[in-house]
């Protein structure tokens, strides 16, 4: 399975479908969860890992694995980077303007903040503690990059280790559906005398999410190895695939008008419920399947986009915090101003994945790494192949 501009591209509309959800608009509630219980961060996350998987295995093997932690450690302390400048953005200029009355969408984001005071909402930020809603799916991010060298150690040049990375990351997964997490962070409060409240950790569960990652380096891995046999497995699966998806999008619309399906922690987005599980693995085999109606993505915006993923995810909190400053009391923007920001926003965002694209053709690469950025897509952009961005 080579690589393929679509899946640049499918990350790119992840992106997009993002900021659609997080910009709050009169279009916010229509694009949250539309076709079933999948969300853009289950699509984020496992893309995230599939290109992390497939890139930093290629480099353990040809450079060795001082230079391959070395580099996943400096992706990690980059996004930590950037997760500090958007903290200072929320503290110091987002703050201000929520202390004026106006905006209780951004009161109510920096609830912690203003009530547990600065120095340590600000200290327990740094360490990742404290996660204020919005920002809290990039500590996620960090902790599972920060991880992901000693998974691909681990588990070895040949893979034998796979098989226990995996049962072990399901055995978290089952133990945050019955209430792991919390169970740690009562011991961790206990014995570290942690102050910051579980409602203030973030909403993603970090032991249910996990699973997501693991699944998605794995197969970033074998198909770096030319071991994915997804277009085989798809073939199989696609038709039970169509039944479930349909099914769960039933349910999904059967909720939206208030009838019981049972109990809410099948489907439950922040704790990885079972039924998102089911509902991704269904999607994904359709989409597989049929990749070749994917392959219109492959336009040059959407795909410098994925290949920008680092930057234009952290950019897109930025007018995020804009649309909840402009709503005032309201739930969404008002106006015609929605629609002016939403057009700024994804503006500045293809801006950010072009400054990345001109800043990736200049920089100086070893031989190795020049010899697979030499070519042009034939939508003109840059065939960036040694990022996980």
């Known amino acids: 399975m080579e690589r393929r501009l679509e899946i640049d591209a499918l990350r790119g509309l992840m992106l997009v479908w993002m900021t659609l959800v997080h910009v709050p608009t009169v279009l916010t509630p229509w694009v949250n969860q539309p076709i079933g219980f999948l969300s853009a961060s ?33 992706r990690t302390a980059r996004l930590y980077a950037f997760h500090v400048g958007l903290l200072l953005l929320l503290f110091v200029v987002a703050a201000r303007i929520a202390i004026g009355g106006h905006t209780p969408a951004l009161y109510n984001l920096l609830h912690f903040y203003f009530t547990a005071g600065q120095k340590r909402a600000v200290l327990d930020s740094l360490m990742l503690i404290y ?22 150690l681990i588990t070895g040049r ?34 570290f005398d942690i102050r910051v409240p579980i409602t203030e950790m973030g909403a993603f569960n970090l032991w249910a999410w996990q699973l997501m990652w693991i699944i998605g380096m794995w197969c970033g891995v074998r198909w ?58 269904a999607v994904a085999a359709i989409l597989i399947r049929f ?55 994804f503006a500045a965002l293809l801006g950010v994945a072009r400054l990345f694209m001109r800043a990736e053709i200049a920089a100086p690469r070893p031989p190795t790494a020049r010899a697979a950025l030499g070519g042009r897509t034939p939508n003109g952009a840059a065939a960036v192949t040694v990022r996980a961005e």
């Open 42 to 74: 289950e699509g984020f996350i496992f893309l995230s890992a599939l290109f992390t998987g497939r890139i930093y295995f290629r480099l353990l093997n040809r450079e060795g694995p001082w230079v391959m932690q070395r580099k996943l450690m400096l």
């Open 291 to 345: 990749r070749t109606v994917l392959e219109p993505l492959a336009v040059r915006p959407l795909v410098m986009m994925g290949q920008a993923s680092l930057y234009v995810f952290c950019a897109h909190f930025l007018f995020c915090f804009a649309g909840l400053a402009l709503s005032g009391s309201s739930d969404h923007v008002a106006g015609w101003l929605q629609f002016a920001l939403l057009a700024g926003t």
């Open 131 to 152: 996660r204020p809603p919005l920002l809290d799916i990039i500590p996620l991010y960090i902790t599972f990059l920060f991880l992901s060298p000693f998974v691909l």
């Open 158 to 191: 040949h893979g034998r280790g796979w098989k226990y990375v995996l049962a072990a990351s399901a055995l978290l997964w089952v133990g945050a559906q019955f209430g792991l997490g919390r169970m740690l962070y009562a011991a961790l409060a206990r014995d």
């Open 224 to 281: 770096a190895r030319g071991d994915l046999p997804a277009e085989r497995w798809a073939a199989r699966a696609w038709i039970p695939g169509v039944v479930v998806a349909v099914a769960l999008l039933a349910v999904r619309y059967v909720q939206v008008v208030g009838i019981d399906t049972g109990p809410l922690a099948l489907y439950d987005k922040w704790h990885f419920g079972p039924a998102r599980l089911v509902d991704f693995v």
